[in-house]
């Protein structure tokens, strides 16, 4: 298997509905999928190959506002398997759920026990050899309260085996509901797995905006799954806690991503804190110990507002086996003497130089103002199988509305 140059683009889902612009060899000859129109087709995209040694890679597409074959649902979302190579029209809805809205009897009255209409599943879509996770972070459901209120507790869908077997997680459907608790959290609102497979789950609005990452792994998952069971804990699930209300909107799980910082087998996770209250000009991305979910160490932006942490990402990019760590601040502004500030974006890179300590960050800064570089980073990983996770620029960008992988 082999790819030459590897370029991704793809348009905005808002500017150009239902199309996904992929190139993996030249800008000349771009595979393109078309979507349904107003269905934010190319909203989450990832790569999937069935088996490490499987020889073809496929396209996931996430489409949060597609209508499904669910029965009485509008827009719940879906997730589209493309092949790749393929024609326009090869992308097919993967059937992670085909089921209605699950009812409860209330009082003697049935009523919706959850809400799939507009949930956006396929906002957050990631694959791990034949694993895929996809979720809908604004799932709602009717929590445990007597006079049934909605809570965007969001939930998530595991495939594995190739698509043969499918399970709910949703780890914020819980006895804990309301905006003190888990009830707003929004689980699955970023999403990944460690190299050993486990799910990492954001859910940035637990806790008054707090925000939670959860843990947990996928055979857990699977094992005594049922429909029936709607508030599960999941066994090994682990997540990160309540803290004091100095905390409070923090978005901690806005955007998620998954390294090995200590040296050993053991990772730790990287996660957005946009903004923390107790001092409004810091904003930081924190480090998370995965074992036992307690806080490491913390990046911190250089300038307020500027939405660092709005996109981690987590890769080798100098190609020494350690991992290095990508934050994006979409909103930097460029400020030049004697003119106006600009907002051009900006994307940090801090190299691993040993066990949990890091380079001085290098910036990136974005040319066009406004263009809001830095809103999305994914690692591209080792498509090309050369051993690297790219050469000189691997990482996608989102600059005027057009995503690049270089
Ligand atoms: C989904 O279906 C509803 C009603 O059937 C329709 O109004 C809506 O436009 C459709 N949405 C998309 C994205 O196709
Ligand atoms: C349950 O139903 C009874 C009789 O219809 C009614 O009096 C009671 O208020 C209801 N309880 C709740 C919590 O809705
Ligand atoms: C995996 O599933 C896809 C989609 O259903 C199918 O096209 C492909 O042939 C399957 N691959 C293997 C190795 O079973
Ligand atoms: C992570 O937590 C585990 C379990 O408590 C501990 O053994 C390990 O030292 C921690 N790692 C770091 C880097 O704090
Ligand atoms: C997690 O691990 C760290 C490092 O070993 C330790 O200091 C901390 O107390 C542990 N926290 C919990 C909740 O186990
Ligand atoms: C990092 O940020 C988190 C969340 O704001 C905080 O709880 C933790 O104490 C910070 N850790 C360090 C080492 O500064
Ligand atoms: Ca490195």
Redesign the pocket.
Known sequence: LHFCAASLCFYNPASLPGELNLSLTSHKHPTVYRGPDGSYFGYAVDFYQATADSNTISVLVGAPKANTSQPGIVEAGAVYYCPWPGLPESCRQIPFDNSNNRMIKVNGTREPLEFKSHQWFGASVRAHRGEVVACAPLYHWRTVKMSGEKDPVGTCYVAVQNFSAYAEYSPCRTNDPDPEGQGFCQAGFSVDFTKEGKLVVGGPGSFYW?GQVMTAGIAEILNGYSLKAVLRQVSGEKHTRA?EDT?DD?Y?GYSVAVGEFTGDSEQGEKCK?SL?L?NLLRT?V??INSTNMT????FTGEQMASYFGYSVAVTDLNGDETDDVLVGAPLFMERETESKPKEVGRVYLYLQLAPLTFSEPVALTGTYTFGRFGTAIAPLGDVNQDGYNGRSEPFQVKEKGEKKIN
Do not use: T
């Open positions: 707090q803290a905390h923090s901690l804190n923390d107790r930081s924190a480090m806080f490491i160490q913390n």
